[in-house]
């Protein structure tokens, strides 16, 4: 087999430049200027020893950028049941209103006791007619309200002033309003299936947690919401202690 030149096969290789961001950095001793080896660093307390002139110091600032850098998450793409209407500088995102604890117990057990109250009335009449005719109505406006719940929306409409959480119907709930330069973060909390949508909301007496909404039905919707709304109003995501992994 005839010997082929070596010089074909070399490849040149680059140097790395290290004056460039990069996610890596080298420990120079602040005395003599020397660098440090991996050996002598002590990466949980970030305390270097020099090997030239021995002395002891810390380099937690050089390696504050590195801790700092935070995984990009996911981009979430608009799931099923979201609906967004932009208008000049102006969103609009609708969700379903999440069914509330108290309509969910009125529909199941307050039909219950009116066809208790209905029996008792016929077969013994030892209650006032006012009483299963009080109870039928609630359980048929309670299984109205059940079939009509997809006309039931939630709101969170922001412009450049303020991010307001409009519920229609209301159902007792007034609309809340928050100046947009008080948010400080949007996070998700709650096991799935139960996720909310929480704010926090800088304030005079400090920051609070206020929930947009609650309820919502799989993570894949509430983590596109916090998406959406920190993108609108150009707010960095950071990790918050309270939300999920």
């Known amino acids: 087999m005839k010997n082929e030149p070596i010089e074909q096969y070399k490849v040149e290789l680059q140097e790395v430049d290290l004056s ?7 420990i120079c001793c602040p005395s003599c200027e020397t660098d440090v080896p991996a050996d002598n660093l002590n990466i949980n ?5 020099c090997g ?14 590195l801790m700092d850098v935070r ?6 793409i608009r799931p099923e049941g979201i609906d967004m209407f ?29 066809a208790m109250f ?4 016929f077969l013994k009449g030892t209650i006032p007619l006012a009483l299963p005719l009080v109870t039928t109505l609630i359980s048929i406006a309670s299984w109205i309200n059940l079939f009509a719940r997809r006309y039931h929306k939630v ?25 947009i330069n008080d948010i400080d973060q949007i996070y998700v909390k709650g096991p799935a299936g139960m996720t909310s949508v929480y704010m926090i ?28 709304i920190e993108r609108h109003l150009g707010i960095p995501d950071r990790r918050i202690p309270e939300e999920n992994p």
Do not use: W
């Not at 030239?52 to 950028?65: G, K, L, R, T």
């Not at 102006?90 to 009116?114: R, S, W």
């Not at 159902?171 to 928050?178: G, L, M, N, R, S």
């Open 20 to 26: 460039q961001d990069s996610p890596f950095k080298k």
């Open 45 to 49: 307390d970030k305390i270097a020893k």
């Open 52 to 65: 030239s002139c021995h002395i002891v110091f810390p380099f937690h600032h050089e390696v504050a950028d």
């Open 71 to 76: 995984k990009a998450k996911q981009e979430v």
């Open 86 to 114: 932009y208008y000049k500088d102006e969103l609009d995102i609708t969700i379903q209103q999440p069914l509330l604890v108290v309509e969910g117990m009125i529909a199941g057990f307050v039909p219950v006791f009116a």
């Open 118 to 121: 209905i029996a008792i009335y």
């Open 155 to 179: 709101h969170i409409a922001m412009d450049d002033r303020h991010l307001s959480i409009i519920r229609r119907p209301r159902k007792f709930i007034k609309d809340q309003h928050y100046r």
């Open 201 to 228: 909301v800088n304030s005079v007496q400090g920051q609070k947690h206020v929930k947009l909404i609650s309820s919502v039905d799989s993570l894949s919707k509430a983590r596109f919401i916090e998406q959406e």
